[in-house]
């Protein structure tokens, strides 16, 4: 029972990562309708970037200017990314999907040029604090991945909630032709999209990296899973992504254990076509969304 407590936890801490990523590509498709398979590339630039302004190959700088920095970077990344598929966004859903693979390829492309292809480690500063709580093995990274998830959660709430853009960005995903008409700017409320799923991403891939190691497509790798939540939640429904993140989390965790780690994808492909099965357009869809 001790390690059944213990695996569960563990899958929640890596549910909140992949919820996290999911939450980035629900708030694209919800407001343009376009699944970013970019993402995970663009998550694992930025987290080159933050290693190469903390290790010395571009500055020395201490981790938060060099997470600022980055920030500022992605803001602009994201912002050139979307305008690079901005021309298809309203001619065909199918076709600027697509084009997001082509800019993932640049992305990755933009990597290996700037970092090379090699493998390298990149650690928070974090204390090696460790804590028991009942059964259960905690350390600073747990509390600071599910301290980071709670805050990033809570401040998207209140940006959708209580702020213009947020409230702009509700009405496009709920009627964009209405919207429109209505006199909204959509690429003003893509581009608000764009920009947070790319910053979420970055928080994301920063507290990914600990756990494995990075690479041109380590991230990419892991945000199949966020891709995994994103459908199983619902891809019109943001509760639904934190939702699906933290059950594929779980299952994940507990089928690795208990059948055996080498076929994680395999089970992800399983668990997405039962879930699907069940609820063809995610758990916690909203009424009127496409299926997946």
């Given amino acids: 029972m001790d390690d059944l407590i213990g ?23 919800k407001s343009s309708n376009v699944v970013n398979f970019a993402h995970g590339n663009l998550a694992g630039l930025a987290a080159f970037l933050v ?3 903390t290790a010395g190959l571009f500055a020395n700088m201490a981790w938060g200017a060099a997470v600022l920095l980055t920030l500022a970077i992605m803001v602009a990344v994201m912002a050139v990314s979307y305008f690079l598929i901005a021309p298809l966004v ?52 747990d509390l600071a991945v599910l301290g980071t998830t709670a805050v990033a959660i809570g401040l998207l709430y209140l940006l959708i909630e209580r702020t ?15 919207s429109r008409v209505c006199g909204l700017n959509l690429r003003r409320v893509h581009l608000f999209s764009w920009v947070v799923a790319g910053l979420l991403g970055l ?15 380590s991230v990419s790798s892991f945000m199949l899973q966020a ?25 994940m965790n507990l089928l690795s254990f208990y059948v055996a780690a080498e076929f994680n994808n395999s089970y992800l492909l399983l668990t997405i076509l039962l879930v699907l099965n069940v609820f063809p357009k995610g758990v916690l869809a909203i009424r009127g969304g496409a299926r997946v």
């Avoid at 928080?203 to 497509?217: C, D, E, G, K, W």
């Fill in 7 to 29: 695996l569960i936890w563990a899958g929640m801490v890596s549910g909140c990562l992949y919820a996290m990523g999911a939450i980035g590509i629900v708030l694209i498709y």
């Fill in 51 to 53: 290693f190469g302004f």
């Fill in 90 to 141: 309203f001619k065909s859903d199918l076709t600027s999907t697509i084009a997001t693979l082509g800019v993932g390829l640049i992305a990755q492309g933009a990597t290996q040029l700037l970092f090379g292809s090699n493998v390298v480690s990149l650690d928070l500063p974090l204390p090696a604090w460790r804590g028991q709580m009942g059964p259960v093995h905690v350390t600073a990274y």
């Fill in 164 to 178: 213009r853009i947020g409230i702009a960005f509700r009405a496009v995903s709920a009627n964009p032709f209405a």
């Fill in 203 to 217: 928080v994301a891939s920063l507290l990914i990296v600990p756990t494995t190691f990075l690479s041109s497509t």
């Fill in 227 to 251: 891709f995994a939540a994103a459908v199983v939640g619902g891809f019109n429904s943001l509760p639904g992504a934190v939702l699906g993140g933290i059950f594929i989390g779980v299952i």
